[in-house]
């Protein structure tokens, strides 16, 4: 089966064997590639060129109805060449064409951005423009232009006037004038009968005498705030000098012009002055005083009367403090060398002492220092603060530390734990006695407890009784605590935080519950622990123990309990880490 080349038709051969279907194919083919073709019209003929997509748009941006247009020139009022220049000839528009009743509209002009009210404004222009703005009234504005007028009143009473005339005086006015008469004082000005008003200087003071020349001519401002008038120029301060305080021949700036000096210059010699440097220290004055001389000098003046001094005069100024010892040596002040030494490098202190408080005072070598590494910092040797705080030893040093040149020796003596430490336990025991809680060997000077101390007694028999005491080798007792079933101390809260013991303070100290809340270790008049009991002699302030307690030989912490329905209803325990060093 063969097929066409362009359309695809099949082609039996001879041998193949005809479809329908694929004759019906055929026709289906051929009536779809016909319908998509052009009609041939008789006496037309298609274009042998592609019809391209720029050419399609360019042909859709053409406007509905237009032509090959070609300008045509014109001539007469209006002329036009091909070229689209169009002019109006000189008279052809008239009044009538831009008065607001004839109208010519804005979208004529330009790109009509001008409407027919504003070519209305025109209306009336029959003739010159400057002779109608001629015509025209002045515009009054004193502000923008200052008038001008001549001056017809007194010294101090000024009177002018403008023309065209102001209705009011209004901020800001400026008005000129030709001054008639020289003032003599505060002055006024009146201008077109609006009222008197203060003429005054740039700070608002009154002029003074002589500041309106006559004949000169001056510019005022209105000042609508103060009410008056301010002179434009003026010269502003000069201060009080008269001529009698300018020297003679020079002159100086005044309210009425420049002053001549009338200060006479005193060229007197002084013949007492002590050299003939510019300035002198010295001590020959006869009161041994330290004296300054320079110049120049006010000497001989014996009138009263102010005098100015050139030549070779002196000034004798008191300075009885520029001695060598008040500054540094090296340093030279109006000739005098200074003798106050600069100390560099380490400079040792010349002693030392203490404060109530133990604050270390040291006291320098007099003399300057700059300060810092180099600077006259102070070395105070340990042998003087050895001498002040003479508790610093080796005895009072842990081992193995060192301070102030000191090696320590104080080495720790032992620990001990300990875990509810107390009578012996258990329900209904019968546990009347006295018990060690703890021991403190006499090798140590100083032991504490980290941890704590409960006692307790349950209500019954006013009888029983538990009582808390350190006792020395020797049998001394120091009481602690003392509690009966009658002071309702039936609870296991009553607890001593610890305790310290410093042999050398012989002083225990603890933090009770007892005391108050909070409260820290040593607080309370007896340093934490309770009163004496049977006679027995107890704590001192801060802790301190008896006066025939031993310090020195083993310590114990002991209860005693009587009259003991046993454990659980009486009882003491001490709990925790007792360390002694």
């Not at 340990?382 to 610093?392: E, N």
């Not at 808390?468 to 009481?479: E, K, M, Q, W």
């Given at each position: 089966m063969q097929t066409t080349g362009n359309l695809g038709l099949k082609k039996p051969e001879g041998t193949d064997i005809v479809d329908i279907a694929d004759l019906n194919g055929n026709m289906d083919i051929l009536d779809n590639a016909v319908n998509g073709k052009m009609d041939k019209v008789t006496g037309k003929q298609l274009s042998t060129n592609d019809y391209t997509t720029a050419e399609k748009t360019k042909l859709a941006g053409v406007a509905t109805g237009a032509n090959n247009y070609s300008h045509p020139n014109h001539t007469g009022d209006i002329t036009s060449t091909g070229d689209g220049v169009t002019a109006i000839s000189a008279g052809v528009i008239v009044n009538a064409d831009v008065n607001a009743a004839a109208g010519i509209d804005a979208s004529k002009i330009g790109t009509g951005v001008v409407s027919n009210a504003e070519f209305g404004y025109l209306d009336g222009v029959t003739g010159g423009i400057q002779g109608q703005l001629d015509s025209k009234v002045p515009l009054t504005d004193y502000v923008r232009q200052p008038g001008y007028a001549v001056d017809s009143g007194t010294a101090n009473a000024k009177v002018i006037t403008l023309s065209p005339a102001p209705t009011s005086y209004v901020d800001g006015m400026a008005v000129s004038f030709k001054n008639a008469v020289l003032s003599t004082g505060a002055a006024t000005i009146n201008i077109n009968g609006l009222g008197n008003k203060s003429i005054v200087k740039s700070n608002g003071s009154a002029l003074s005498s002589g500041n309106l020349k006559a004949g000169s001519i001056y510019t005022i401002r209105y000042n609508a705030t103060t009410g008056n008038f301010i002179l434009q120029g003026e010269g502003g301060e000069y201060g009080t000098a008269t001529a009698a305080d300018v020297i003679s021949g020079k002159t100086i700036g005044s309210d009425t012009g420049l002053v001549t000096g009338v200060i006479p210059l005193n060229p007197t010699t002084f013949s007492n002055k002590i050299a003939t440097a510019d300035k002198v220290v010295s001590s020959n004055s006869g009161d041994s005083k330290m004296h300054v001389y320079v110049r120049p000098f006010k000497e001989g003046n014996t009138t009263g009367t102010t005098t100015a001094y050139s030549g070779d005069v002196w000034m004798d100024v008191l300075a009885d403090d520029l001695r060598p010892e008040n500054f540094l040596a090296g340093k030279n002040m109006l000739g005098v060398a200074g003798a106050i030494p600069t100390i560099t490098g380490t400079d040792t202190a010349a002693t030392v002492a203490h404060y109530p408080n133990d604050d270390l005072a040291v006291y320098v070598n007099r003399g300057y220092r700059a300060g810092g590494i180099g600077g006259g910092e102070v070395k105070v040797p340990?042998?003087?603060?050895?001498?002040?705080?003479?508790?610093?030893n080796a005895d009072n040093l842990r081992a193995g530390v060192s301070a102030w040149g000191i090696t320590g020796a104080l080495q720790p003596a032992g620990m001990v734990t300990l875990s509810n430490v107390g009578p012996p336990s258990g329900p209904q025991a019968n546990n009347n006695g006295t018990y060690e809680l703890l021991r403190i060997p006499a090798a140590a000077k100083f032991a504490g407890l980290i941890g704590s101390l409960k006692y307790w007694a349950r209500s019954g028999s006013s009888s029983r009784i538990i009582h808390?005491?350190?006792?020395?080798?020797?049998?001394?007792?120091?009481?602690c605590k003392y509690t009966s079933a009658g002071n309702t101390d039936d609870s296991q809260s009553n607890v001593y935080t610890g305790f310290y013991l410093d042999k050398s303070k012989r002083t225990i100290v603890t933090n009770s519950g007892q005391v108050s809340s909070g409260s820290t270790m040593g607080s309370g008049a007896l340093g934490g622990w309770d009163t004496m009991y049977n006679g027995n002699v107890g704590f001192g302030a801060g802790g301190a123990l008896p006066a025939n307690f031993n310090v020195n030989g083993d310590?114990?912490?002991?209860?005693?309990?009587?009259?003991?329905?046993?454990?659980?209803?009486?009882s003491a325990r001490a709990d925790g880490i007792l360390v002694y060093w």
């Open positions: 340990v042998d003087m603060l050895k001498g002040q705080y003479p508790q610093i808390l005491f350190f006792r020395d080798s020797a049998g001394v007792i120091c009481n310590i114990s912490l002991l209860v005693e309990i009587s009259s003991s329905y046993g454990e659980g209803y009486d």
